[in-house]
């Protein structure tokens, strides 16, 4: 079993920035990918930015390029995705993401952008 930890969300003016952390303990080894999803009211979850284990391969969907960045520090398994330049649209539960054989989920943290 993999568990994941989210914190950082909170209420920012559009333009702010806030920083998302996630830290993973337990099978680390079984993981080799993890990322950002969010899911605003009324809307499907989506995949926001991912890491690749290893190789640090990174995706970000098109909505959040430019604006954000995914990183991990392997030192302290904790996962990072720092969010610039930010939108009310951009306001969302966002969830932190492990996957490998199966598919972990963190609870989630809020992030609400006003205008």
């Known amino acids: 079993q993999v568990q994941l930890v989210e914190s950082g969300g909170g209420l920012v003016q559009a333009g702010g920035s806030l920083r998302l952390s996630c830290a993973a303990s337990?099978?680390?080894?079984?993981?080799?990918?993890m990322g950002w999803y969010r899911q605003a009211p009324g809307k499907q979850r989506e995949l926001v930015a991912s890491?690749?284990?290893?190789?640090?391969?990174?995706y970000y969907a098109d909505s959040v390029k430019g604006r954000f960045t995914i990183s991990r520090d392997n030192a302290k398994n904790t996962m990072y995705l720092q969010m610039n330049s930010l939108k009310p649209e951009d306001t969302a539960v966002y969830y932190c993401?492990?996957?490998?054989?199966?598919?972990?989920w963190g609870q989630g943290t809020q992030v609400t952008v006003s205008s």
């Open positions: 890491i690749i284990n290893g190789i640090s391969t990174m």
């Open positions: 993401a492990a996957w490998g054989a199966q598919h972990y």
């Open positions: 337990g099978i680390i080894f079984s993981i080799n990918t």
